[in-house]
Every structure is written in C-alpha cells, then in structure tokens.
C-alpha cells in the first residue's frame, strides 16, 4: 500500500471535502430540525382525544412521513430534482444536495420526536391542564422541555444518519466525503483515500453521538447527579 | 409586616353557598374499541361547604378520581352540574374554564412534577403560565416553599427529592395562585405511614390557616380521620354513606363503610377472639357485643353499673379510647351469657344510656 494519502494535495482533498459534508450535514440537520421538530410535536398531540385534535391531519401527515421514509434515498434525490432545481438552481454539488437531504431527514426526525413528546408522562400534561395552561402552554412549558433529554438523541441520531446519506449523494455528484471516495477512491483506483475518506467519517460519527450522549445526560435531570 | 413575603388567606366569602357543589352528577365513559360505556358516577348531590375538609373514600374503580376531576373541569358530567364558589365548570370551555382552574389547586398521588424543573422552578409553573411578572414570581414561590419546609431544597430536581418532599413541592405548586379550593386525588397513597401523616398535618394547617376549602379522595379511612370534617363514602359511582367523621365513624351506617372502618382503631377484634367467633348462638358461650361510647359518654363506668344493677358480669375482650375529629369515643367488646333474656337486658340497659351496640357474634 503507497503513502500517497499523506501527501499534502491529498490531505486538502480530504479536509475540503470534510468541510463541504460538514457544511452539508449542517444545514440540511438545521432546516430538517426546523421543519421535523414542529411536525414531530403535532404528530404527539394531534390524535383523536389530544390536545390538538385533529384525526384527519394526523393521519395525513403520517401518510406523508411514511411515505417519504419509505423511499430509498438514492430515488428521493433523482425523484425531487426538478424541485431541487426550483429551489437552489442547480441540481449537482453541494448545494444541491442540501435539498434532499432536508427532506429525508425532516420525516425522520418527526417521527423521532413524536416519540419522545409520547414518552412524557401523561401525568404531567394532566397537571398543566389542571394549572390552567394552554395546549400551546402545555407543548411550551411541559412536552418539549420534559422530552428535550431524548429529543436532542433523535437529533444525534438523525445527524449521524445525515453523515451516511450525504455520503451518498457523492454518488449523484453531491460533493464531499462521499464524492471524493467514489471519484478517488474507486474511480481512480485509490484505495488509500477511500480508506482516509472512511476513518474521517467513523470520527465524524463518534463525534458527533458523543456529543449528543454527552448533551441528553446533562439535560436530564431524572438522573442523579453526583 | 412585609405584605411581599405573606401568604394570604383566603378571603371569607359572605355567603352560606358551598365552595363546591355536585348536582345530581352522572358521568358515563363512552363505549371505545371492544368495551362497552361505562357508567362511572350516578346521582351524585354534594356539597363541601366553605373551609372545610371533605374526605371521599372508595374502593379503586368506584369513581373518586371521575368525581374529582369534574370539579375542575378535567371531565364534564353526562348530566348535572358541578358548581365551584358559584360557577358552573361544567359549562365553561376554553380560556374561561383556564382561569377557573387557576383559583382550583390541585395535587396528585403521584406528583406529576416537572423533572425538568427544580422544586422552585414547579413552583413558579402555574405563576408563568398565569402570566405573572417574574419579580412577583419570585416574590410569592420563596414564602410557599418556605410554607412547606423546603426553603433549602430550592434548587433542587424531583429526582433529588424524598416522596414526601416531592409531594411538599407539589403543594406548595398547587398554592401558588392562591386558590381558594384544592384538590388532593390519593396525595398520600404513595407514601409511607409517617410521611403520610406529615403531609396530612401540612394539609391539616394549611385548611386552617389559609381557610382553604379541600376535597380530598382515599382508600383508607386513615386519611379520612387525620384531616377531613365531612367523609363520603362511594361505592360503584354512588355515595353510599355521607356525613360528619365522628357520626361515621362511630356509628357507620352502610357496610362498605364498615369495611373501611375494620381496621381502625377499637374495631379490630383480637385474633383469639376473631379466630372462635361464630355467627350462631353457642348454647352456653357468650354473644360477642360491641359497646361504642360517643362524646360525653365515652368515659361512663357502665360495666360496673351492669354488674352492680343487673347482677350481670361482663368479660371484657378488648377495648380502647380514641379520639376522632377532635372528640372522644370508646369502643368496648365484651363477652355477655347467650341466653337471649340476659343479652336484651344488657341491651336495653346500654341503649337507655345512649350507647350503641351490636352484636358480632358468639363464642362457645
Ligand atoms: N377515561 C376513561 N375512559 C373510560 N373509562 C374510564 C375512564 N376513566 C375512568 N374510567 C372508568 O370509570 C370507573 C371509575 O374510575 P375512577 O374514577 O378512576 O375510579 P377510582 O379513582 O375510584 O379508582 C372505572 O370503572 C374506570 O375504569
Ligand atoms: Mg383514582
């Protein structure tokens, strides 16, 4: 096996697809937050009998985060182009393939927070209603704090599932980490950098889950500290 | 007198009206999935009049936790009306019925604090979600936790708290807006015995000092004797007996009432005497008669009378003097000779003296 990897035009391949999957990994997590944090809420409390009812949305909704969960990735971003298009003006790079990975992510991470909004003892919303809170005052005060420990796990979780999937849109010219091992490493028959473009992004991961065990322990106050 | 750090008692209202009114109440469960609808209190008319501590005791699934949450509108009745210091919850919907629950506090059996909180920070829960300026906050959260003894446990989580001062914070929550009625559905039945009763004594001072009127649900009449004025008793969605503690519990009309009192003091019978009793005559034994003495009574040496006026002796087999709601009451079980012309002089003798008895059975 050659050094070649430790070369410096090497090591700046690597670094500057590392920023681009950050930048990517980023800003699709950011807008998939946004958009997933407020459906995961309404998917918990939107069912008959809850304090949002509204049966027909819920189940609507849910047929549309199935739905897009259940289309493999690689399909989602050759499905959406033309809306990618609309959106970013292009439909390669990196840019590009913030669009896609936003809307894989932000169904995941509703269903991922719906369930941890269900897990927050039924008890607790029963004293705010008898406080006289509002369901806005209930999400508010009670829901998202209360499950703030397993919703910032759901983020991780979702984050660390970002790192793979914007390895993939490498496949589709999506820039990064990705694109630079198939380009490189299979493309070009060097072995070395899809190695290198591996081990960045098992640290990436370790990283990142570490620091979001790290963050869910701190918030949660039901354990004991010493 | 820093008005900053008091904590006002609630102010009298001049009227004979009840802080709380059930007017022939039913709630019935609608019918879901493969159950039928279930019909969870029937009939219900109750009042608990101002400042004073009702107690409803009930078996599990006769319909306390229903008849308590009508009160502040966590259930609206099937039919009737539940009427709070003069409005109708049953009515109410929205922001309305939200400010109506702000003057109704509310604590629970199993505390439903906010893990995420700290004891100050569930106290100030109800204050921001009323909209309260965090000065006043501040202001009114530092005397209730100083009411309820945990001044040093401020800043501390739920998770870092005993039962007991768990159920102090939630307390202390629910006094926060100043209700003038508070709601306690099994507050202690989580607890052990001596904690219990330390939070039953908090209860017990904050009715007295702060005026507040409380409807209080259990399944021991323990709970009933250490702090409520008024029990009633319910039973598959229906009050079955209902009354002044003491009139109850020394002279309890309905046998589910009985039940509950098996176990209190001077009812239990020694084991000796439990094991041999029998329900049928023992020709040659003795009945089984329980003596209860009310009030004045309560001391009169009517033993010796029997003896010395009737010629008639008595064994004793257990007794004891007691306390409830304040006033005195004995209960007395003796042996009396079967034969039926001895036991009904001995009856009548005690029924002049205004006594009550009964008869549990005999003994060989
Ligand atoms: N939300 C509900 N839906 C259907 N049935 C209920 C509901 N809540 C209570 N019940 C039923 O009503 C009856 C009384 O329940 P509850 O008031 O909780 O009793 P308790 O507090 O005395 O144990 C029970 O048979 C219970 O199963
Ligand atoms: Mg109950």
């Given at each position: 096996?050659?050094?070649?990897?430790?070369?410096?035009?090497?090591?700046?391949?690597?670094?500057?697809?590392?920023?681009?999957?950050?930048?990517?990994?980023?800003?699709?997590?950011?807008?998939?937050?946004?958009?997933?944090?407020?459906?995961?809420?309404?998917?918990?409390?939107?069912?008959?009998?809850?304090?949002?009812?509204?049966?027909?949305?819920?189940?609507?909704?849910?047929?549309?985060?199935?739905?897009?969960?259940?289309?493999?990735?690689?399909?989602?971003?050759?499905?959406?182009?033309?809306?990618?298009?609309?959106?970013?003006?292009?439909?390669?790079?990196?840019?590009?393939?913030?669009?896609?990975?936003?809307?894989?992510?932000?169904?995941?991470?509703?269903?991922?927070?719906?369930?941890?909004?269900?897990?927050?003892?039924?008890?607790?919303?029963?004293?705010?209603?008898?406080?006289?809170?509002?369901?806005?005052?209930?999400?508010?005060?009670?829901?998202?704090?209360?499950?703030?420990?397993?919703?910032?796990?759901?983020?991780?979780?979702?984050?660390?599932?970002?790192?793979?999937?914007?390895?993939?849109?490498?496949?589709?010219?999506?820039?990064?980490?990705?694109?630079?091992?198939?380009?490189?490493?299979?493309?070009?028959?060097?072995?070395?950098?899809?190695?290198?473009?591996?081990?960045?992004?098992?640290?990436?991961?370790?990283?990142?889950?570490?620091?979001?065990?790290?963050?869910?322990?701190?918030?949660?106050?039901?354990?004991?500290?010493? | 007198?820093?008005?900053?750090?008091?904590?006002?008692?609630?102010?009298?209202?001049?009227?004979?009206?009840?802080?709380?009114?059930?007017?022939?109440?039913?709630?019935?469960?609608?019918?879901?999935?493969?159950?039928?609808?279930?019909?969870?209190?029937?009939?219900?008319?109750?009042?608990?009049?101002?400042?004073?501590?009702?107690?409803?005791?009930?078996?599990?699934?006769?319909?306390?936790?229903?008849?308590?949450?009508?009160?502040?509108?966590?259930?609206?009745?099937?039919?009737?009306?539940?009427?709070?210091?003069?409005?109708?919850?049953?009515?109410?919907?929205?922001?309305?019925?939200?400010?109506?629950?702000?003057?109704?506090?509310?604590?629970?059996?199993?505390?439903?604090?906010?893990?995420?909180?700290?004891?100050?920070g569930n106290v100030a829960l109800p204050l921001e979600i009323a909209g309260v300026a965090k000065?006043?906050?501040?202001?009114?959260?530092?005397?209730?936790?100083?009411?309820?003894?945990?001044?040093?446990?401020?800043?501390?989580?739920?998770?870092?708290?005993?039962?007991?001062?768990?159920?102090?914070?939630?307390?202390?929550?629910?006094?926060?807006?100043?209700?003038?009625?508070?709601?306690?559905?099994?507050?202690?039945?989580?607890?052990?015995?001596?904690?219990?009763?330390?939070?039953?004594?908090?209860?017990?001072?904050?009715?007295?000092?702060?005026?507040?009127?409380?409807?209080?649900?259990?399944?021991?009449?323990?709970?009933?004797?250490?702090?409520?004025?008024?029990?009633?008793?319910?039973?598959?969605?229906?009050?079955?007996?209902?009354?002044?503690?003491?009139?109850?519990?020394?002279?309890?009309?309905?046998?589910?009432?009985?039940?509950?009192?098996?176990?209190?003091?001077?009812?239990?019978?020694?084991?000796?005497?439990?094991?041999?009793?029998?329900?049928?005559?023992?020709?040659?034994?003795?009945?089984?008669?329980?003596?209860?003495?009310?009030?004045?009574?309560?001391?009169?040496?009517?033993?010796?009378?029997?003896?010395?006026?009737?010629?008639?002796?008595?064994?004793?087999?257990?007794?004891?003097?007691?306390?409830?709601?304040?006033?005195?009451?004995?209960?007395?079980?003796?042996?009396?000779?079967?034969?039926?012309?001895?036991?009904?002089?001995?009856?009548?003798?005690?029924?002049?003296?205004?006594?009550?008895?009964?008869?549990?059975?005999?003994?060989?």
């Amino acid at each position: 096996m050659s050094l070649d990897f430790l070369s410096p035009v090497i090591l700046g391949l690597v670094l500057d697809a590392t920023l681009d999957t950050l930048w990517m990994v980023a800003l699709s997590a950011a807008i998939a937050t946004l958009i997933g944090l407020p459906l995961g809420v309404f998917l918990a409390t939107s069912g008959r009998g809850e304090l949002f009812a509204a049966p027909a949305a819920n189940r609507a909704l849910g047929f549309v985060v199935n739905a897009t969960r259940s289309t493999p990735f690689i399909i989602l971003v050759v499905a959406i182009i033309p809306f990618t298009r609309l959106l970013v003006g292009t439909s390669i790079g990196t840019k590009a393939a913030i669009v896609p990975l936003t809307i894989a992510a932000a169904p995941f991470v509703a269903r991922l927070v719906e369930g941890a909004i269900r897990e927050v003892d039924a008890g607790l919303v029963e004293a705010a209603r008898a406080m006289g809170a509002s369901p806005l005052q209930i999400v508010l005060k009670v829901l998202v704090p209360e499950a703030l420990p397993a919703i910032v796990l759901s983020l991780t979780l979702a984050i660390v599932s970002l790192l793979g999937f914007s390895a993939m849109v490498g496949a589709v010219g999506g820039g990064g980490l990705g694109d630079l091992g198939i380009r490189y490493g299979y493309q070009r028959f060097m072995p070395d950098v899809m190695a290198l473009v591996v081990v960045v992004l098992i640290v990436l991961v370790q990283l990142v889950q570490s620091t979001g065990d790290r963050l869910s322990r701190r918030l949660n106050k039901r354990l004991r500290h010493a | 007198m820093n008005a900053q750090t008091r904590i006002e008692p609630v102010e009298a209202v001049a009227s004979a009206e009840p802080a709380i009114r059930f007017e022939g109440v039913a709630k019935t469960y609608p019918a879901r999935g493969a159950g039928g609808a279930v019909s969870a209190l029937c009939g219900i008319d109750l009042d608990v009049p101002r400042g004073s501590v009702l107690g409803v005791i009930g078996r599990s699934g006769a319909g306390k936790s229903t008849l308590i949450r009508l009160v502040n509108g966590l259930e609206i009745p099937s039919s009737g009306r539940v009427v709070v210091d003069g409005i109708d919850v049953s009515s109410l919907g929205g922001a309305r019925l939200r400010q109506v629950r702000r003057s109704i506090g509310m604590i629970f059996q199993h505390f439903n604090l906010l893990s995420s909180r700290t004891a100050y920070g569930n106290v100030a829960l109800p204050l921001e979600i009323a909209g309260v300026a965090k000065p006043e906050i501040r202001a009114r959260v530092e005397p209730l936790l100083d009411l309820v003894g945990l001044s040093d446990k401020r800043d501390r989580y739920p998770a870092e708290l005993s039962g007991g001062q768990k159920q102090r914070v939630g307390i202390a929550r629910a006094l926060a807006t100043r209700p003038k009625v508070l709601l306690s559905d099994e507050a202690t039945s989580a607890l052990d015995p001596e904690t219990t009763r330390s939070i039953l004594d908090l209860l017990a001072s904050i009715n007295r000092e702060l005026g507040l009127t409380i409807l209080l649900i259990t399944h021991e009449m323990s709970v009933i004797r250490a702090v409520a004025d008024h029990v009633a008793v319910i039973e598959a969605g229906r009050i079955v007996e209902h009354g002044d503690v003491f009139d109850v519990f020394t002279r309890p009309k309905h046998e589910t009432t009985r039940s509950f009192l098996g176990q209190e003091s001077g009812r239990a019978l020694p084991a000796i005497v439990r094991d041999r009793l029998r329900p049928e005559v023992q020709p040659g034994g003795s009945a089984v008669l329980r003596i209860v003495f009310r009030g004045p009574h309560a001391t009169d040496p009517v033993l010796s009378q029997i003896s010395r006026e009737l010629g008639i002796d008595l064994n004793i087999l257990s007794g004891s003097v007691d306390e409830v709601a304040g006033r005195p009451f004995g209960t007395l079980v003796v042996g009396v000779p079967s034969d039926p012309a001895t036991l009904s002089r001995v009856q009548v003798f005690l029924a002049q003296r205004g006594l009550d008895t009964e008869i549990l059975g005999h003994v060989s």
